[in-house]
């Protein structure tokens, strides 16, 4: 097995040892499950629009929430340095980390299934949609954790990790908000970077490759960057 699979392994077991995964999870399904079917019994429409139309804001407080401590804390500890004495790379460290946040966040997402069932009871589901918003809801889930894994390699602080990954992908959330606003030569630049309206494409059942591209594009940036903030502990 490789290594990044050791580490998310342990990482797994780690979440589910402690109340983190379990208060994570419970408070994200209350308040989903609250907000979907407020909106649904309002509109009185059998669709998953109104699940998919929450998720990019619950989002910017879960991912940070799951993956503040996968580094920080290996710092603050001390481990993190123990751990890399082994014959394990830094982009093995960072991988492994990145999938446990994942499985955890697929995990929670399983639970929302509820929702669709709940739906597909009360009319007729539109499957292409709902597929396509399950679809973009792990890529652009994977983009905010991948931005939670990156921020808290920059700090020994869990807290100072949550606070900036927030702000990050508060920023990518709201320069979607502002394209309208913007000069006619900056929106298209506006759209591009908005980790919302990517999701918006998907989640109607039109999967896009630049809208894929852009999910693992994230992912990709800001797992290399955590993998050279590890690096740069060499120099110092």
């Known amino acids: 097995m490789s290594p990044a699979l050791v580490i998310s392994r342990r990482e797994i077991r780690t979440y589910f040892n402690s109340p983190v995964a379990y208060i994570v999870v419970t408070v994200f399904s209350i308040i989903t499950g609250y907000l979907f079917f407020t909106q649904l019994f309002i509109e009185k429409q059998a669709e998953l629009r109104g699940l998919f139309n929450i998720m990019p804001l619950l989002f910017m407080f879960m991912a940070p929430a799951i993956t503040m401590r996968l580094l920080a804390d290996e710092k603050s500890t001390g481990t993190l340095e123990l751990l890399i004495t082994m014959p394990i790379r830094d982009w093995e460290v960072v991988l492994g980390k990145f999938l446990a946040a994942m499985a955890l966040l697929c995990v929670t997402l399983g639970l929302t299934l509820a929702f669709a069932i709940t ?15 399950y679809l973009g809801m792990v890529l652009m889930g994977g983009a905010y954790v991948a931005i939670g894994v990156m921020t808290s390699a920059f700090t020994r602080n869990s807290i100072v990790a949550f606070i900036v990954a927030f702000a990050i992908s508060f ?10 606003f913007a000069p006619e030569s900056l929106r298209g630049l506006f759209a ?22 852009y999910y693992l594009s994230v992912i990709a940036v800001s797992l290399l960057v955590a993998t050279l903030s590890l690096e740069s502990r060499r120099w110092k």
């Open 119 to 133: 739906v597909r009871t009360l009319g007729p589901l539109d499957r292409g949609p709902a597929i396509g918003g």
């Open 171 to 180: 920023a990518l959330y709201l320069v979607g908000r502002l394209t309208q």
């Open 192 to 213: 591009f970077l908005s980790i919302d309206s990517h999701f918006e494409n998907i989640s109607r059942g039109i999967v896009d490759s630049r809208d894929v591209i």
